[in-house]
């Protein structure tokens, strides 16, 4: 059976973004007072043939961990859907 994963890299909270505090200084509106932190990152979108939602999603975190992103600077979230 073929599953989307989702590869979400963001920075990893110790590190600034400034991409992220970019757009949080041009938020306007009611949004700007309510809004308390922007973080920017990339989202990677896989098909992979598996047999089960698990290890669709052990694949993908063998993909990503093969310097898809710097551990040093960057965390992974991984999510099927």
């Known amino acids: 059976m073929n599953y989307t994963v989702e590869i979400l890299i963001l920075p990893k909270d110790s590190i600034r973004d400034p991409e992220g505090e970019a757009i949080e200084r041009h938020m306007l509106g009611e949004v700007r007072g309510k809004l308390k932190q922007v973080r920017v990152g990339k ?39």
């Open 43 to 81: 989202v990677i979108r896989v098909i992979l043939e598996a047999s089960s939602k698990e290890e669709a999603i052990k694949m993908a975190e063998e993909f990503s961990s093969r310097g898809l992103h710097n551990p040093l600077v960057h965390k992974v979230e991984l999510r099927a859907i």
